[in-house]
């Protein structure tokens, strides 16, 4: 950095301070105003963003409902060894538990214990309305009289997963595992194995939706960046409407096309290309989620590709042809590496945008073009399962985070521009 | 010059937009060997010209010939001419060695030869240890370098040059123009060079065509240029001029009587006048200029009046005023210090009929 | 110009050749697609054509030829199911498809009774659609919810902006993703997130919170827009209008506000837009006081499409356009004042 000319003398400024001293003092102001400034929109994105995310990350290992319903039966859990029935102090401590905690709670709790062990809900809450015109013990053998499956050791076995108060049951729920009651980890039984192909899927959409865009988007990108700019800023509009376009309007527009009496079907009926029996089916399904995906996120790849290939001199093409290439060659050596960039930001944010979809999938998916996005909205509205919801949740927040990293390593967070 | 050229341009017409012509009948014979620089103000058609030549616009009419083949319709890539680009057009994705490679590999060399070429290309521009460097890693004149060494790896026998100098500070600019010019002369190649700075087509050029509107205002040498401009698009653009308006009362073995209102009958060469009657542009390089002359040495006398002077060393430049026209400059030598001029004092000025030209108006 | 007219001539002359109808048999049936293919080769073939050097060799143009049919299709893909919506609102039938009459420029096949039910006018309703006030809250809602958090977002965001584009500040980067990862998040998690918080805080199905939701989504897009314009803005115009006394908000109001207008008005543009459109946030804790425009069309879509949602969709896309055309006029004025590019 400095050379060895540099005096020995530390510079000072006219009122005698250090330099270094004055220009960090003026520098640190600097960065205050510039702080200042940006402290308002933090703050507020902290509360209204930043918060409300981390909150999802507590609620995805939060298993605490199960504790504060069962805090006596769970203080002394440990004393049982599980290979034969526990004792009478187990049982009174479940009894005590059930009959002094509220009714709502109970509700909540043995909905959360059924996620691990059925039949747990309709045990407890059988139980907790018995258990009212018991008034002593010993509690073991009335327990067991009142309902049979106090007696079972699974029951009792199964609660030494719920014991902690945090888990990463959800996490594993989210991948079709789980753990045993002595925390092993198991695959789910088969039937309730859904979570890895919803997963394959939505990777596969993507991944599909982003390599259809990049083909579609790569000669359009080409045609307008080439084209004398009266022409292609009228062709820009064909790229731009539908992405200023309402994402319904544009799925309506596309149940118009491809339902089964739609224009698509119709026309290529009425041109005698298909019977009137064997329409096809575009929508509702697979093939309708990847046709309506690709349209809607195509603009996301035509832009950044075309930003990149509109910087690209001409002269590089020319004088690659100059040396004697073909044009095909020129364009294969010379122009394709130069718009990797443009290609990088648009595959990545295409697929980002791809893997987090929700609307789409839910209006026009049918039943196997469902993605995981809905199945967060469906355990977060329908089936209530908030743990697995907000697990599944911080899961695709985590890739999409990378995702996120990979942009800004390949483009730069600064270099995004709209439009 | 040699009986075959080696470009011919032969009745070439452009147009863009089947309306106005770019280029309009174009005829240029280019000899083997030669510098031959085209020269005008943006907008003339020379880029259009070069970029015709080199395959990248098609000529609307006619031929362009390149040792007597017809090129029209042949691909930039089959046509083996060398090309410098404005800005140089060197590929950043790739180092010096890979960029100059490019046209070798294109054509399947071997890679000794190759390699042997590239040694050679970059020893002749000086640059020999940045072979792996990036372009982006290169100054403006390293840049400009490794593009004349890539145009001239394949020893094309024809090279253009489009503005090659442009992006470089002046400095840089005049060592460059040598350089360039030297190494024309030792690899005796045929040269065609874009520009708009008059500078450095004089300093380079075997000959210039200057373009104007679409149309070659006059082909010459540099010198011929300068000397014996033959319009006023010509003598305007190339070098200072003075200009005084008049019109033509006589004329005889090529000499014009010219009426110029407020500085009488001014004899001078004719060049391009519309003959007797019609107004005429007097055109008088301000070096040419005799302050005092002494009485009948020169053809030609009136007076003027000082109305700046500008000391720069060599010479006074002075600006006067003479028959209404006050931009007149008289380039004083330094010499003449005894007869000194002052701001506001008249003067006599004198030249001669041939430094004078009647041209159009 | 006269490039455009003639290309608008073949797509017309294409459409028409298209809705022609022919006899399902006999020799006809199959004269019809394939003078249709020939029209549509022989277009691209002129096009491509056109844009080649005389040189070009026979494969050459079939590549370019393959290159001008996939863009065709690329654009067309686009646009078309947007234009489609377009006639198909005008229908006087309850289906979403075309009927003979339309395709027949029948007068009869057309009318403007979606339109109607669509603006609360029943007298033309059938009695299966349902007809009510709903499109006319939902836009009322729509409007409210829009300008409110586009406001907030400007504001806030062009605060961002200009701190985030002055010297010297520490963890820029950082804190510019920060600011842009509403964007990069997914709307459903964003929404899960919200909804669990907002319910904490009784914020679930209020317009407040609705707003607050949609500030953070509109936000990105000022910061992004503000701070593209101040990177090419002239710091030294700051520093001159301080040398000349003015004070740091009348120096920002007189000097730097001016000069960043369009880029603050793209990004407003961008934030409003976003909360227009927005569904997955306002189903998720929207109350029914909070029925905006695309909530109405969410329950619309799943229940049963009327026509009217096509009428809703037109004026929809007639709306973009209008965006779209104010954001790269701004987007000019931005370049021409700051003497980027020549008028």
């Known amino acids: 950095m400095s050379d060895a000319t540099a005096p020995n003398q530390p510079l000072m400024t006219s009122d005698g301070r250090l330099l270094k001293d004055a220009l960090q003092q003026s520098l640190r102001r600097s960065k205050l105003k510039a702080l200042g400034l940006i402290s308002i929109p933090f703050l507020f994105l902290v509360i209204v963003f930043a918060m409300p995310v981390f909150n999802l990350l507590v609620k995805s290992v939060d298993d605490n409902l199960i504790n504060e319903v069962l805090p006596r039966t769970f203080a002394i859990y440990e004393d049982w060894d599980g290979t034969e029935l526990p004792g009478e102090a187990h049982y009174e401590a479940m009894f005590l538990d059930l009959t002094g905690a509220e009714g709502i709670q109970i509700g909540k709790a043995s909905t959360r214990m059924n996620y691990d062990k059925s039949k747990w809900k309709s045990l407890i809450k059988k139980s907790a309305r018995k258990f009212k015109n018991i008034e002593s013990g010993p509690y073991k053998e009335v327990m067991i009289k009142t309902d049979k499956k106090w007696g079972d050791i699974t029951f009792w076995q199964s609660l030494g997963s719920m014991k902690d108060p945090y888990t990463f049951g959800y996490y594993l729920n989210a991948v079709d595992l789980r753990y045993n009651h002595d925390k092993s980890v198991t695959a789910q039984p088969e039937n309730r194995r859904i979570y890895k192909m919803l997963w394959g899927r939505t990777l596969l959409v993507s991944l599909i939706v982003t390599v259809l865009c990049l083909i579609l988007a790569y000669p359009v990108s080409h045609l307008l960046a080439t084209l004398p700019l009266r022409y292609s800023n009228l062709l820009m509009i064909c790229v731009l409407m539908p992405f200023w376009t309402s994402l319904l309007v544009r799925i309506v527009a596309w149940m118009i096309m491809l339902q089964q009496n739609g224009v698509v079907n119709d026309a290529l009926v009425h041109n005698g290309l298909l019977d009137d029996e064997n329409r096809l089916a575009m929508m509702y399904n697979f093939t309708g989620t990847i046709i309506v995906m690709t349209q809607i996120l195509l603009p996301f790849m035509i832009l950044p590709i075309y930003s990149v290939m509109r910087t690209i001199s001409p002269n590089y093409m020319k004088a690659a042809q100059n040396l004697g290439a073909s044009p095909a060659l020129a364009f294969l050596k010379v122009y394709m590496p130069l718009t990797v960039p443009g290609v990088g930001a648009g595959v990545i944010l295409v697929f980002i945008v791809a893997i987090g979809y929700y609307i789409t999938p839910e209006l026009v998916g049918g039943k196997d073009g469902q993605l995981i996005g809905n199945q967060i909205a469906y355990h977060l509205k329908s089936s209530l399962n908030w743990g697995l919801a907000s697990a599944m949740g911080v899961m695709l927040l985590a890739g999409i985070l990378i995702l996120y990293w990979c942009y800004d390593k390949i483009v730069g967070i600064d270099n995004m521009r709209m439009g | 010059m040699s009986a075959q050229p080696a470009i011919r341009f032969d009745k070439v017409q452009k147009s863009y937009d089947g309306e106005v012509l770019v280029v309009k009948d174009l005829n240029l014979d280019i000899a083997k060997g030669e510098f031959l620089t085209m020269l005008g103000p943006s907008g003339s058609g020379k880029t259009t010209c070069l970029m015709m030549l080199a395959g990248f616009e098609t000529a609307t009419n006619g031929d362009i010939f390149l040792n007597d083949r017809r090129i029209n319709d042949v691909a930039p890539s089959k046509r083996g001419i060398g090309m410098v680009f404005q800005n140089y057009a060197l590929f950043p994705h790739m180092t010096v060695a890979e960029n100059l490679a490019f046209p070798l590999e294109v054509r399947k060399m071997s890679k000794s030869e190759t390699e042997s070429r590239i040694k050679r290309a970059l020893d002749m521009v000086e640059l020999s240890g940045f072979a792996s460097r990036r372009p982006l890693q290169l100054s403006g004149g390293q840049q400009q370098r490794v593009a004349v060494a890539r145009a001239l790896v394949l020893d094309h026998e024809v090279v253009l040059m489009d503005e090659p100098l442009g992006a470089l500070d002046k400095q840089l600019r005049e060592q460059m123009q040598y350089e360039i010019k030297h190494i024309h002369e030792n690899l005796g190649i045929t040269a065609v060079y874009v520009t708009h700075d008059q500078a450095e087509a004089l300093t380079m050029s075997d000959r210039i065509a200057v373009f104007d509107d679409g149309v070659i205002q006059q082909l010459s040498s540099p010198e011929d240029l300068y000397e014996r401009p033959e319009n006023s698009f010509v003598a305007q653009f190339i070098g200072e001029n003075n200009k005084l308006v008049g019109t033509v009362k006589a004329e005889s073995n090529g000499v014009s009587d010219v009426e110029v209102p407020g500085a009488g009958t001014v004899r001078a060469k004719t060049v391009n006048t519309q003959g007797i009657g019609g107004d005429t542009l007097l055109s008088i390089r301000p070096e040419r200029v005799h302050i005092n002359p002494e009485s009948g040495a020169l053809e030609n006398t009136m007076t003027g009046k000082v109305e700046e002077l500008i000391y720069l060393g060599d010479h006074i430049r002075t600006r006067m005023s003479v028959a209404g026209n006050d931009e007149f400059i008289v380039k004083v030598p330094n010499t003449q210090r005894q007869s000194m001029l002052k701001v506001g004092e008249s003067a006599t000025i004198g030249f001669q009929t041939e430094a004078c030209r009647a041209l159009d108006v | ?343």
């Open chain 3, 1 to 343: 110009m006269r490039a455009l007219g003639i290309i608008a001539l073949w797509v017309v002359g294409l459409f028409l050749l298209a809705i022609v109808p022919i006899p399902r048999e006999g020799l006809l049936a199959y004269v019809k697609p394939l003078l249709l293919l020939i029209a549509i080769v022989y277009s691209i073939y002129r096009i491509s054509n056109g844009m080649m050097p005389r040189y070009r060799s026979t494969g050459q143009l079939l590549w370019q030829m393959t290159y001008i049919g996939i863009c065709g299709f690329v654009l067309f893909f686009l646009v078309a199911p947007l234009i489609a919506v377009i006639p198909l609102s005008f229908t006087s039938k309850a289906f979403l498809n075309f009927t003979p009459e339309m395709l027949n420029f029948d007068p009869a096949g057309y009318s403007i009774r979606w339109y109607k039910i669509m603006v609360g006018d029943c007298s033309d309703a059938v009695v299966t659609t349902v007809c009510g006030d709903k499109w006319k809250i939902g836009a009322w809602n729509s409007l409210l919810i829009g300008l409110t958090a586009t406001f907030l977002a400007t504001v806030l965001g062009t605060l961002a902006a200009i701190g985030l584009t002055r010297p010297n500040v520490p963890g820029r980067k950082l804190i510019t993703a920060f600011m842009i990862s509403p964007l990069i998040v997914p709307l459903i998690i964003t929404a899960a997130s919200l909804f669990f918080f907002f319910a904490k805080v009784n914020l679930i199905a209020t317009f407040a919170g609705v707003v607050l939701a949609h500030t953070v989504l509109g936000l990105p897009f000022v910061v992004i827009t503000v701070t593209a314009t101040l990177s090419s803005f002239d710091h030294n115009l700051m520093r001159a209008a301080e040398s000349l006394g003015g004070g740091a908000w009348k120096n920002f109001r007189q000097v730097m506000l001016p000069l960043i207008m369009p880029g603050v008005i793209s990004g407003a543009l961008f934030a409003f837009i976003t909360s227009f459109d927005e569904v997955v946030i306002i189903i998720f804790m929207g109350g029914a006081d909070q029925l905006t425009l695309p909530k109405q069309m969410w329950s619309g879509i799943r229940q049963e499409i009327s026509p009217t949602i096509l009428a809703v969709a037109t004026i929809l896309v007639i709306l973009s356009v209008v965006m779209l055309t104010t954001v790269e006029l701004l987007r000019r004025r931005s370049e021409r004042i700051r003497g980027i590019s020549p008028a």
